[in-house]
């Protein structure tokens, strides 16, 4: 069976929106970095080993600075001619072998399966999250290339709303299919499932 949806695209700021809720997601243990280093600091203050109080408005500041960087990286993204693929228009193709986006009868490209590293069913679209580590792997790129890249892994998604497909069937198909390819969350792939 193939599943055909209605063109679509992704607009802007719902991308930046994903983008950053998953960083947010991501990252949130690292806001206990600046915790640790307050309450060092009230702790040498209050025993007057160090009394200081510049430090506080540094790592407030460096926090702050750390997250409007990735801020703006992702907002970056949806501003870059790189990035424009991103927003047209396509009519999703959805089979067991691949995902098909069609700009139209000539023009579009496949995305495999493997090709996705997870799925996260939201409340009104199915959000799929693409693996870069096997095209980043044989790329020259600077230390500070690769971390922003590894900061970046979960701002390239396709999201498709539910509104898109054209009946429940293929709702459900595509969600069974999710399922059996392992991608959603609590689902065992069909391969590790027959051994």
């Known amino acids: 069976m193939i599943v055909k949806t209605k063109k679509y695209a992704l607009d802007q700021k719902t991308y930046i929106n994903i983008a950053l809720r998953q960083w947010v997601?991501?990252?949130?243990?690292?806001?206990?970095?600046?915790?640790?280093?307050?309450?060092?600091?009230?702790?040498?203050?209050?025993?007057?080993?160090?009394?200081?109080?510049?430090?506080?408005?540094?790592?407030?500041?460096?926090?702050?600075?750390?997250?409007?960087?990735?801020?703006?990286?992702?907002?970056?993204?949806?501003?870059?001619?790189?990035?424009?693929?991103?927003?047209?228009?396509?009519?999703?193709?959805?089979?067991?072998?691949?995902?098909?986006?069609?700009?139209?009868?000539?023009?579009?490209?496949?995305?495999?399966?493997?090709?996705?590293n997870s799925v996260i069913k939201d409340k009104d679209a199915y959000i799929l999250f693409l693996d870069n580590a096997e095209a980043m792997a044989n790329v020259k790129a600077s230390w500070i290339a690769k971390i922003v890249t590894k900061g970046l892994a979960k701002a390239q998604f396709l999201y498709l709303p539910f509104n898109i497909f054209t009946s429940d069937n293929d709702l459900r198909f595509t969600d069974a299919l999710l399922k059996r390819k392992g991608l959603l969350p609590g689902s065992v792939p069909a391969e590790t499932a027959v051994k």
């Open 25 to 116: 997601k991501d990252n949130w243990k690292w806001a206990f970095v600046p915790l640790a280093l307050i309450i060092l600091n009230v702790i040498l203050n209050l025993t007057k080993v160090y009394p200081n109080y510049w430090i506080y408005i540094v790592i407030v500041l460096l926090t702050i600075l750390y997250v409007l960087f990735w801020a703006v990286q992702i907002t970056g993204i949806a501003q870059m001619e790189q990035s424009k693929a991103l927003f047209q228009k396509y009519v999703y193709e959805i089979d067991s072998r691949q995902i098909l986006m069609r700009i139209n009868a000539k023009e579009g490209g496949i995305l495999k399966w493997n090709q996705i």
